[in-house]
């Protein structure tokens, strides 16, 4: 007798919603970590931001929602592996410095010159995955580096965490630089975030001068104070500004996040602020 158990296509849905409900309902807070447009630090402030969260003792998870830029097993030094079964038929989660729980796409092609070249619907279907079958556990913060934008792929993956199986909305952190054409599509993000009812963090003010290595002073490459002028514009929190530091090149590149270097650098000294208020505000959910 054929097994019938998933004939029909309405149950199963409903069984995979269940499962993604179960699977969300262990996760206390959820940080989308977006830009309005790309190149501008996004996937750099989410692996500090889950490092940074990790060292303070929290269980973290890192979602690299990215699909056609999946930078961050570069950034968090974890490449060239691949995702394997947790054997209970679900899929066990790559792990960085000894804590960080991290799944993305990169893990799923051949090498790292492979374009992923899908269309929406299989992207889609692939980030339900990862949020579904992915065995998490339980977490305190669940870090997703969403593409940049505010189209489909954004979207999508905001509305899989935002829709009825979480319990609540997730947070929002929008990264920019001080440059006008950076600033516009920021507000946009900013827009997003309130048309999806997320509780928006803040903004980050990435790349925001440059801090010279032998003399300590800030050159304002691609201007500054901008990314304070729009969150005052919009009423948002203006989490902090991060200087462009030629020591984040290097690290990244190594497959180190800068917050585990030099701590008395103005990037660092900038990014430990933004974490200490992204933590007073998570702690009043």
């Known amino acids: 007798m054929a097994d019938n158990v998933h004939a029909d296509p309405e149950q199963a849905r409903e069984e995979e919603n269940q499962k ?3 699977q969300l309902a262990k996760i206390r807070n959820t940080i989308l970590v977006m830009s309005g447009k790309g190149g501008v630090g996004k996937s750099t402030v989410a692996a500090n931001l889950a490092l940074s969260l990790a060292r303070e003792g ?9 699909i056609h830029g999946p930078d961050i097993p570069k950034i968090l030094g974890v490449e060239d592996v691949s995702l394997t079964g947790d054997g209970e038929g679900g899929i066990k989660p790559v792990t960085a410095f000894n804590t960080i729980k991290v799944v993305s796409v990169g893990y799923l092609l051949e090498s790292r010159d492979t374009p992923v070249i899908w269309r929406g619907p299989m992207k889609h279907s692939v980030m339900r995955q990862f949020l579904k079958d992915v065995n ?27 829709g009825p199986a979480a319990a609540v909305a997730p947070w929002a952190i929008i990264v920019t630089t001080p440059q006008d054409v950076a600033l516009l599509d920021a507000r946009k993000s900013v827009e997003f ?16 001068g440059f801090s010279c290595p032998h003399c300590g002073e800030s050159i304002d490459l691609f201007k500054a104070g901008g990314g304070l002028k729009a969150a005052e514009d919009l009423r948002v929190n203006f ?47």
């Not at 929290?58 to 990215?66: A, H, Q, Y």
């Not at 556990?137 to 965490?161: C, H, K």
């Not at 660092?268 to 009043?284: S, Y």
């Open 20 to 22: 993604l409900e179960k």
């Open 58 to 66: 929290f269980r973290v998870g890192v979602l690299d929602g990215d």
């Open 136 to 162: 998490w556990g339980e977490l305190d913060y669940l870090v997703v580096d969403l593409p940049p934008g505010t189209g489909d792929e954004p979207l999508s993956i905001a509305q899989l965490i935002r």
């Open 193 to 208: 975030a309130r048309a999806l009812e997320l509780r928006i963090l803040g903004v980050i003010e990435n790349m925001s």
């Open 239 to 285: 989490l902090g500004a991060v200087p462009i530091d030629p020591r984040i090149v290097r690290d990244t590149d190594e497959g180190r996040p800068f917050v585990m270097t030099d701590d008395s650098s103005q990037a660092n000294m900038a990014f430990a602020r933004i974490v200490e208020d992204i933590l007073r505000q998570t702690a009043q959910q």
